[in-house]
């Protein structure tokens, strides 16, 4: 998928937040920060990065700080857009490189997250759990449609 211009999110506001997310892109050395979804979330036991859906009026920066604090307990500051696509059922994505201090202690929420993992790439493209919407990020880091640099 063609990643969308910067002009048309550079508000960060969204027209339709019921049909966007947010995904966090947390790389220490050349490992991503993945979860382990819950039973009690769609996608059960699926892998994937963390991230979710936007709340009414919520900027995609917004929503990465509340999802993650939800999710795994801590405060990451998200640094640039990435990338987009969009989920099978055509929920738009927006993936951000974040910031995670490294002093924090991630702790899982057992309602959202069942455990907590550092995957390289091709370490996380051996799970046939993973996402397609991650798979589709992966290729297209590896194409260099994008760096992870700061």
């Known amino acids: 998928m063609t990643p969308i211009p910067p002009s048309s999110y550079q508000s960060g506001k969204v027209p ?85 201090d490294d002093d924090q202690m991630l702790v899982p929420n057992p309602a959202e997250v069942e455990s907590i993992h550092w995957f390289d790439a091709q370490e996380l493209r051996s799970f046939p759990e993973l996402l397609v919407t991650n798979h589709d990020f992966l290729s297209a880091w590896e194409r260099q449609q994008f760096t992870l640099d700061p």
């Not at 339709?16 to 947010?22: A, H, I, K, L, T």
């Not at 036991?45 to 604090?69: D, N, S």
Request: charged share 25%; glycine share 8%.
């Open 16 to 100: 339709n937040p019921s049909r966007r997310g947010v995904v966090a892109v947390v790389v220490r050395e050349t490992r991503f920060l993945v979860i382990r979804r819950s039973i009690h979330v769609r996608a059960p036991r699926a892998i994937c990065f963390p991230g979710g859906g936007l709340e009414t009026g919520e900027t995609e920066q917004e929503a990465l700080v509340r999802e993650m604090k939800e999710e795994l307990a801590v405060h990451v500051t998200p640094q640039r857009r990435l990338w987009e696509n969009a989920t099978p059922s055509g929920v738009r994505l927006g993936w951000w490189l974040s910031q995670l």
